[in-house]
């Protein structure tokens, strides 16, 4: 499975982006597709997930800012709306995904998109 990330940027607090995740390979495989962010300084965080099963879960950081969703017609790619951004969502976001395969589970990332909100 490879995921291939974009949409980060730069942006002013308040402003909005939404970040897109492309998966390609054996993606039937896939369980769960979600974000993650690491600022700087930090450890990776949770952002938002859902699982094929149509369960979602979301920071509380972010709850009621970002919506996790997928494209219906391209059901492999995910996208991250992100509104009201403040400084503090600065980070680089990676897309991820979790592939079951038997008793097997493997995490999969993207290469990270940056995300700069200025104040």
């Known amino acids: 499975v490879q995921l291939q990330a974009s949409g980060g940027g730069l942006v002013q607090a308040g402003g909005s982006l939404r970040l897109s995740c492309e998966a390609s390979?054996?993606?039937?495989?896939?369980?769960?597709r979600g974000w993650f962010r690491q600022a700087p300084g930090k450890q990776r965080e949770l952002v938002a997930t859902?699982?094929?099963?149509?369960?979602?879960?979301s920071a509380d950081s972010v709850k009621g800012r970002f919506t996790i969703s997928r494209d219906n017609a391209a059901k492999n790619t995910v996208y991250l709306q992100m509104k009201s951004l403040k400084p503090e969502d600065t980070a680089v976001y990676y897309c991820n995904a979790v592939a079951v395969v038997g008793s097997l589970s493997r995490d999969y990332w993207g290469q990270g998109t940056e995300v700069t909100v200025s104040s």
């Open positions: 390979g054996s993606v039937f495989s896939l369980v769960r």
């Open positions: 859902f699982t094929s099963g149509g369960s979602t879960n």
